[in-house]
Structures are given as C-alpha cells and as structure tokens.
C-alpha cells in the first residue's frame, strides 16, 4: 500500500527562525512529490512540485529537496514569518498520475 | 482568475437531511477532483472527472454519495440521505492536465451533520 510519512507531527519556532520538515514514502511507481501548504480554514496551495530527476525547488523561503533513492524528502523553512503558520503537506503521485497519496501533514506554529 | 469556487463555504444539516456541495472549477481545467478531509484520515479523494466524464469513483464511500459534472464549469456532489460521520471539509479541486498536475484547491465546504 502506497504510504507517506511525515515528521514531526507538529512543531513550534520563533520568528525569524529556520525549520526542516520530513516526508517519507513508499509510493511506487513514482511520478512527482508535492509540498502544499493549508491555513487554517482554507484549501491547500501547491508550494513546489518536484519530479524524480529533481533533487531541489524553490519557491521563496521555501526549499524542497528530494531523493528519490531513499524515497525521502524535506521542506526547509527559511527565516519564518508568522504567515508561515500552517499545516505542510506532503503529496506523492505514483504513475496512475491522479491517484495521490497524502501525508497526515506538519503542523508549524510560527511565534513572535 | 477567480480561482476554485465551492459553495456553501459551511453547512449544518440534521441527519437524514440530503446536502448538495457546488463546484466551479478554473476556466479551461480539464480534470476535477472531490477529495473529503478529516481529522481522523486526512485528504482522500472521492472521485475524479476528466473532460466532464467519471473516471475513478471508487472512493465514494456509500451509495448515499453521489457526484456530477453535466458540464465543464460545474461539478456537485451530493449526500442523501446525510449521517454524523458525513461531516468533514469537502473540497474541490481541478487541475489544467489529465491527472493531477499542479492541482488548484477551493476554499472547502465545511459540513456538519447533526
């Protein structure tokens, strides 16, 4: 059964700090990997979506990297804001292409 | 662009009661996703629309769920009769591609049955 594991399940930082979550899966045949980022109360927004031959994407402050030998991935926060407050979830498609496979999400509590 | 529009944003119900989830998906979307979300289970995807035909609804749960697009910019999804266990945030979703390329959520409806 295809799987995504995310860790940790939640964490707290200060303003202006960096952060690393972690996505772990067992989707094969791979296709992508995608990091959305859901606000409370509002759809998830497609942050990076990477494919097997990319091992980094940015978008902004955000960084996903990949390695697809070890099916795991990151998404390292830089120099966070409070706006950066959400869950982070982590989405693998396999071959199917619009079958995915949703981690529990990353719950990240920016404060001041 | 106005982005996914879905409607109502909330809705509380009794039991019993049959609700009616609207979808308007981005102009020129090709694909069309209903995916449940809870606290329990996460996203899971209910069914998937390619050029207004179903392709994969085997995640409607029960027959009580049923999903339509009779056309490309509409798209509903309906429980009847409703149960407590319904209750959860329905989104909407579409996507330019066949399959779910950079997939472009709504706002959710939140839904609650009592």
């Known amino acids: 059964k295809n799987q995504v594991e995310q860790s940790p399940q939640s964490l707290i930082i200060l303003e202006g700090k960096n952060c690393t979550l972690q996505c772990n899966y067992t989707v094969s045949p791979f296709s992508n990997l995608r990091w959305y980022k859901q606000d409370t109360g509002r759809g998830p927004v497609s942050l990076t979506i990477m494919t097997f031959s990319e091992n980094t994407k940015s978008n902004g402050r955000y960084t996903a990297t990949l390695d697809a030998d070890t099916k795991q991935s990151s998404l390292h926060i830089t120099a966070s804001q409070l706006s950066d407050s959400a869950s982070y979830i982590c989405?693998?498609?396999?071959?199917?292409?619009?079958?995915?496979?949703f981690g529990a999400g990353t719950t990240v509590t920016v404060r001041a | 662009d106005a982005g996914v529009i879905q409607s109502p944003r909330h809705e509380v119900t009794e039991m019993g009661q049959e609700v009616t989830l609207r979808c308007k998906p981005i102009s020129g979307h090709n694909s069309l996703f209903w995916y449940r979300q809870t606290m329990m289970r996460g996203l899971e995807l209910l069914i998937y629309?390619?050029?207004?035909?179903?392709?994969?609804d085997s995640g409607m749960p029960e027959d009580r769920f049923s999903a339509k697009m009779p056309n490309a910019s509409f798209s509903t999804l309906k429980i009847q009769p409703s149960e407590p266990r319904d209750s959860a945030v329905y989104f909407c979703?579409?996507?330019?591609?066949?399959?779910?390329?950079?997939?472009?959520f709504g706002e959710g409806s939140r839904l609650t049955v009592l």
């Open positions: 979703a579409s996507s330019l591609l066949q399959g779910s390329g950079e997939l472009f």
């Open positions: 989405v693998v498609s396999d071959r199917n292409d619009y079958k995915l496979s």
């Open positions: 629309f390619n050029n207004n035909v179903p392709i994969d």
